[in-house]
């Protein structure tokens, strides 16, 4: 359904008596959606301003074409304004555009990219029970819409005065929101506003949908938006000023994979897009990397390193240049990767042969290869750099190697077939997202006390929990959960699942960024 349907449907549903709407929506068929294909319903938008042609319609010709709907838009309308699709802080993604926006203006469609952003979250900030809460909650959203406008008209404006409008909006309403956060966290006390006054951004790689969805936590704002690959993993420069995908071109009707290959088969080369976190529906730069690219992490010196789990290597590329500088062979099938915290090493997962590879980043070649057990996927550093712990697909365990003798100290039971790993700031826990199997999807996440080495917590996500990252100051983990088309955010504090949102479909690798969207 196209923005236009839907603004229209909406404005007719907010026009309708309550007994009207109650009889259109028990008029209307309810189908039944398919497991793992979550609904996906844009913003409502006000019907003032937007179809001014609504404002003198007759109950009786809003009920007419409220008939003649289908029944799939009916069924998405009535719970819209029931709120019914309204769950915890989060509004539902931004569906994608409808083919007419292609026609519009850069600007044109920032603006109303911008827009559909604010909407569902301040419906969902006033559905708060206290009516303080409630205005906060709603004005946050509102402030952030304003922010996202006048940073669109500083970059394709050219009039002096509303540049210094948009100065002068943009310092406020920062200040307001940072305020607000603030009152939230000390006021409602929940974990929700802890959330937001955590803020950043979560950003997650639909595979697919050939999408990347961004999660702003200061505001619920969610923002989908279409890229040239099926990503199956997504990272930022430790700056946070470049976004990377890696994955195999988009396909016509390509909705990615149940198992760890990335797109169709074939001998068409997987991609890295380039991408500005700020305004990430227009990549940057495309670069050719080799076949099956599964993970992507960068360093401080301006590389990226992509594991290529086709060719069986690792492809160095040069951020500045958008080029491949180098190749570095690994073990069988390398699949998750990540950098020392001092960047000297990287470790690479090698599904096939059951090894990790340890990379010297200076000298560009392998080091090592440790045998870890069946099927690794991925690696975690502890902060310190002193151990790694790989997840073993196959085994459902998770294999800890001690990175002074290069050698595996100890296996870990955890949930059925783990995927990502992530070690929080402190050092003190791991966790662990359980994805089960395609026929079975799991929805688990294992805590692993680094002390012990043991699982001190099992906490229940979505159904398919696939990719780990954690909040720069560790109060909170973020799990992509793949066959329900959601993130889970888990406060670390209370070891709870304290909100779950909607993103893209099946969503693989995830990142967490502390700058705002």
Not at 226 to 254: C, Q
Not at 302 to 311: E, K, N, T
Request: aromatic share 4%; charged share 20%; hydrophobic share 40%.
């Amino acid at each position: 359904m196209n923005r236009t349907a839907m603004a229209l449907a909406v404005s007719l549903l907010a026009g309708l008596p309550d007994t009207a709407l109650a009889q259109a929506g028990h008029d209307t068929h309810h189908p039944t959606i398919p497991p793992g294909q979550a609904e996906q319903v844009p913003a409502p938008t006000p019907p003032a301003g937007q179809m001014p042609a609504m404002q003198g319609m007759m109950p009786e010709q809003c009920r007419a074409m409220m008939q003649a709907m289908i029944p799939e838009c009916m069924d998405a309308m009535h719970q819209m304004m029931q709120g019914e699709k309204m769950q915890g802080m989060m509004g539902a993604p931004d569906a994608e555009a409808a083919p007419a926006s292609e026609n519009l203006r850069d600007f044109t469609r920032a603006y109303v990219e911008a827009m559909d952003a604010m909407h569902a979250p301040m419906m969902d900030g006033v559905m708060a029970d206290d009516p303080d809460v409630a205005f906060v909650r709603g004005m946050i959203p509102h402030h952030q819409g304003a922010i996202d406008m006048a940073k669109i008209v500083q970059q394709y404006g050219d009039d002096p005065q509303t540049k210094e409008w948009a100065a002068q909006i943009i310092d406020a309403q920062e200040r307001e929101i940072a305020e607000m956060q603030a009152w939230l966290a000390t006021k409602a006390g929940d974990a929700l506003a802890t959330l937001a006054r955590t803020g950043g951004t979560v950003w997650s790689a639909n595979e697919g949908g050939n999408s990347i969805s961004a999660i702003d936590l200061g505001t619920g704002a969610v923002q989908t938006v279409s890229i040239p690959v099926a990503p199956h993993n997504v990272d930022l420069t430790p700056d946070g000023k470049l976004l990377l995908a890696v994955g195999d071109p988009a396909a016509e009707g390509d909705h990615g994979s149940g198992e760890h290959g990335h797109g169709a088969e074939g001998a068409t080369e997987g991609q890295l897009v380039i991408l500005d976190p700020k305004n990430f529906s227009t990549p940057t730069a495309i670069i050719a990397v080799g076949l099956h690219p599964a993970h992507v992490v960068a360093d401080r010196q301006g590389r990226a390193f992509v594991s290529l789990a086709g060719g069986d290597e690792i492809a160095v590329v040069d951020l500045a240049k958008a080029e491949v500088i180098g190749r570095i062979p690994t073990g069988g099938y390398p699949h998750g990767l990540r950098l020392s915290p001092d960047e000297r090493q990287l470790y690479v997962a090698n599904v096939e042969e059951g090894s990790v590879s340890v990379i010297d980043t200076q000298a560009l070649s392998e080091v090592a290869r440790i045998p870890v057990g069946v099927a690794p996927v991925q690696v975690a550093f502890t902060p310190s750099g002193d151990r790694v712990y790989v997840s073993l697909r196959d085994e459902n365990r998770v294999a800890v190697i001690d990175t002074a003798s290069r050698e595996m100290t100890n296996r870990i039971d955890v949930g059925p077939n783990p995927i990502q790993t992530f070690v929080t700031p402190d050092g003190a826990y791991v966790y662990v997202a359980n994805q089960g199997t395609e026929a079975e999807p799991n929805d688990t996440v294992s805590v692993i006390d680094t002390a012990t080495g043991q699982v001190v917590k099992t906490l229940t996500t979505g159904s398919g929990a696939h990719g780990v990252s954690v909040s720069a100051d560790g109060a909170f983990v973020f799990v992509t959960n793949i066959a329900d088309d959601t993130v889970s955010v888990i406060d670390v504090g209370s070891q709870e699942v304290v909100t779950t949102v909607p993103v893209g479909d099946r969503p693989n690798g995830i990142v967490y960024g502390s700058g705002s969207r």
